[in-house]
């Protein structure tokens, strides 16, 4: 057996892509896989010094991690416009986040190589991702990056949407916003690359194709949200792309890193690599 460590964020989306995985549903052929769960920003971190085999990163984060990872073609989270929003206690235009305070979920996420895309002039503050509506309402900061659920639950905070990220990405580029995705280590080789990507895949197909059972494991997941909310942003983020990225997918990947490039956020031209 084959000892593969694939780390996860604790989302709804990513508890339902893993729900016939972690219940045996499915023939997971030489691989024995363990769950390490920790936020994104963790994952991106872990990712830089290689640590597990298989690990949800960031799009953002993958411009560091190319050397050792290659990007699987399944298990993608694409915003179809729609995204990351930027939030604030006022109402005011995006035109005028120049200057602003932001809370942010991370310096490696996606949301923040996006909002910094749109806008390079702000000063930010690094919040866990699940604390930063209450840091925006306890006014703390001018406006909060919100990723995950609190993209469906800002409102009842009494919060204003100043801004969506994957909204403005498709006015720019007619391509869903790539936000995360599966990468693979490089040292296991194509064959064993190719299988487990095969694996996952299956996996992902299994609770779309289950939706009902699956969507019942994965919502505790979701930090206290309503099952209709939780169908709602599985629906958001587990679409036709996670199951396999396809040209607009991979063309939204190629596009995010070159733009990050060429506005020198980004240090390196990246190729990706995809299984």
């Known amino acids: 057996m084959i000892n593969i460590r694939f780390g996860h964020s ?4 990513d508890a339902f ?7 045996n549903k499915i023939d997971t052929k030489e691989f024995k ?7 994104i ?11 597990l085999e298989v690990t949800a990163v960031s799009v953002h984060a993958y411009a560091y991690i190319h ?21 604030a206690a006022k109402p005011f235009q995006a035109s005028d986040l120049k200057g602003k305070k932001i809370a942010i979920p991370g310096t490696l996420t996606t949301a923040f190589l996006a909002l910094q895309l749109f806008e390079k002039n702000f000063s930010y503050e ?15 900061a001018d406006c909060g990056l919100i990723i995950h659920e609190g993209q469906l639950t800002y409102q009842e905070n009494g919060l204003h949407k100043i801004l969506d990220l994957g909204e403005w990405w498709w006015h720019q580029t007619k391509l869903p916003l790539p936000l995360g995705v599966d990468v693979i280590r490089k040292n296991l080789g194509p064959e064993k690359m190719k299988s487990f990507s095969g694996v996952f895949k299956e996996s992902i197909v299994y609770s779309l194709e289950h939706r009902k059972e699956a969507l019942h494991y994965a919502l505790p997941y979701g930090r206290g949200i309503s099952e209709e909310r939780g169908d709602q942003f599985v629906g958001m983020y587990v679409n036709d792309y996670t199951v396999d990225l396809g040209k607009d997918g991979e063309s939204s990947i190629v ?10 956020i980004l240090k390196g031209k990246i190729i990706p690599e995809f299984v």
Do not use: C, T
């Not at 604790?10 to 989306?13: G, H, I, L, T």
């Not at 892509?17 to 219940?23: E, G, P, R, V």
């Not at 509506?133 to 006014?139: N, P, T």
């Open 126 to 140: 690094i919040v866990p991702f699940d604390q930063i509506l209450d840091y925006v309402k306890a006014g703390k």
């Open 41 to 51: 920003e963790s994952l991106n971190q872990r990712a830089l010094k290689a640590e």
């Open 17 to 23: 892509m893993f729900y016939a995985i972690a219940k």
């Open 255 to 264: 596009e995010l890193l070159r733009r990050g490039y060429d506005q020198k």
């Open 10 to 13: 604790p989302d709804p989306d």
């Open 67 to 87: 050397d050792h990872y290659a990007i699987m073609r399944s298990g993608a989270s694409m915003g179809d416009q729609y995204g990351p929003i930027v939030v």
């Open 33 to 39: 896989i363990v769950h390490v769960v920790e936020d």
